[in-house]
């Protein structure tokens, strides 16, 4: 009995050994974060801008989309891995008439079996990139099911499924013409629709959705959205709302996520296995970070078991400043990331709806923080 405690806990103090990912020609992180974390069965790539490792940024949308996706290979080739290993991708442009050329390149790129994808027009990006490209990677190539049919228009898989989970890519709030419906319960109901289908084609339903990334611009209000939401998405995930500057196609509301039906509620977050997605922490970055210890402690794990994190800051203008409480927080092991200043109305960005936080001080940046961990 004792040998086989001994084991036991060997194996689960082992299997969250996150290890760094850093290419050794790519360009150098511009925060306190890896480029990469190997996580084992998975590797977390940082948000990819479009300077080279020089810092030189490429002249025109179509080679800016390629110098990044080419950071994103380095950081892939340095664990081993290829472009046919991303199972998810997060995509944000900070101008929506960029979205076609975008496509384009990253098609070329992904031409076989493309990852679930979400794609977001933001405000601003560190380093005043136009491009920003995250992914998610699965080791074992023979883990990766690809759902897709002619529904989808865009270089990107309805879904891909690793094993007992289902990379969702973003659906948006449009219907089969690619018209957007006027009212914003209509938008919602056609984006469920839609998602029900994709799901069903997993072996799953709306209520094995755990983790949850809600994007919506200011055409759609918040708290009407809010009560949407609360008829439509399960009172389990881990959910997060974003208000962003503008969505593709001249959408208003898109939703994006990971299903399972073996998700377990902690707290604020949902584990699948030894993967834990956490509800977006909100408030001063002192308190988002704060929350995200506590997030950390509910699932037994803490702060050195961060995979990767989605980082939407009130003004880019807050970077640095941001950096230096963020560093702090992960001083034993920067986990990946992604930063975007999601919307131009930097003062009003929403938060969760438990957030409750006071108005923030001049010198403390006001963020939203998602999180990924491994136990």
């Known amino acids: 009995m004792r040998c086989a405690l001994v084991l036991l806990f060997a194996l689960t103090a082992s299997a969250a050994t996150l290890k760094p990912i850093v290419p050794k020609d790519g360009p150098k992180p511009v925060g306190p974060y890896s480029p990469g974390i190997d996580a084992g069965a998975f590797v977390y790539v940082s948000g990819q801008g479009a300077r080279d490792a020089t810092g030189r940024l490429p002249a025109g949308i179509e080679d800016q989309t390629r110098q990044c996706l080419s950071n994103v290979k380095q950081v892939l080739d340095a664990a081993g891995l290829t472009f046919e290993h991303v199972v998810w991708a997060q995509v944000f442009l900070s101008d929506a008439k960029n979205y076609d050329a975008m496509n384009r390149v990253y098609g070329s790129l992904f031409a076989k079996d493309p990852p679930a994808r979400s794609s977001v027009i933001v405000a601003r990006l560190p380093g005043e990139t136009p491009v920003e490209i995250s ?17 989808i228009q865009i270089p990107a898989s309805n879904a891909v499924q690793v094993g007992n989970r289902l990379y969702v890519s973003g659906v948006l709030g449009i219907d089969a013409n690619r018209r957007v419906p006027k009212d914003p319960r209509e938008q919602l109901r056609e984006l469920i629709r839609q998602m029900r289908v994709v799901l069903g084609k997993g072996g799953m339903e709306l209520r094995n959705m755990a983790y949850v990334h809600v994007y919506a611009d200011s055409a759609v209000p918040v708290k009407l959205l809010g009560r949407l939401l609360t008829d439509v998405l399960p009172s389990e995930a881990a959910l997060s709302v974003i208000e962003t500057a503008a969505l593709p196609m001249g959408a208003h509301i898109e939703i994006s996520g990971v299903a399972s039906k073996d998700a377990k509620r902690e707290g604020d977050c949902n584990s699948i296995g030894d993967t ?64 975007i200043q999601s919307t131009r109305k930097a003062d009003e960005l929403t938060l969760a709806p438990s957030t409750n936080s006071p108005p923030p001080k001049r010198d403390s940046p006001r963020v939203q923080i998602t999180t990924i961990a491994v136990r």
């Open 276 to 339: 834990i997605y956490c509800s977006g922490a909100g408030g001063t970055i002192e308190q988002a970070l704060k929350r995200t210890s506590q997030n950390m402690t509910n699932t037994r794990t803490d702060m050195a078991h961060v995979a990767i994190t989605n980082v939407f800051i009130d003004d880019i203008q807050n970077f640095e400043a941001m950096n230096k409480v963020y560093a702090v927080a992960f001083s034993r092991l920067a986990p990946a990331r992604v930063t």
């Open 135 to 151: 992914v998610v990677a699965v080791r074992e190539l023979s883990q990766k099911k690809v759902i897709r049919d002619s529904s």
